[in-house]
């Protein structure tokens, strides 16, 4: 008979799979929801070109390999995203007619959706588990810094406490 040791490790090694599984669904639901429907329901700013709010994106990542990457299921982003110097007339995301935007923030040009899908495909995270969420614009931060807008800072706080309520136990 094996000794306490080999047979702990004999049993986790077929526990494992199983754990893994269920906290993998666990986690995608929980990424699902918050950029579905938590992060977009509590963002502070208005949509123009529709790129912050469509880059929303969440990353699942199991022993720092990404297992799954999740993006917001809304309508897509009217256009790329704007960089600086470029002047918007027109309707914008939302519907709205603006008389004149002017960015102030340079941009790589592309869609949000893509640069968060780059970002969670070449980020690696601590830990054996880790959910990562992320927007796609450069001008995110200037959202929340200079206009003092939510996008993803009310998220963080709410997440933190509901994503452990989130777990279901393992059947």
Known sequence: MDDIGTQFDKLMNKAMPN???????????????????????????????????????????????LQNIGLYDGKSAIRWKMTKGEVFKGVDYDGNEREMFYAEIATDLGYGKNTSIDFLENYVPIGYYAIVFTTGTEYSVFLENKLKENVLSNARTWSISSFINSFKPIK
């Open 19 to 65: 754990i893994d599984e269920q906290i993998m669904i666990q986690m995608n639901a929980f990424g699902e929801e918050m950029v579905d429907n938590i992060i977009p329901l509590q963002a502070g700013f208005k949509n123009l070109t529709g790129n912050t709010i469509t880059s929303f994106a969440y990353g699942i990542y199991l022993n720092k390999e």
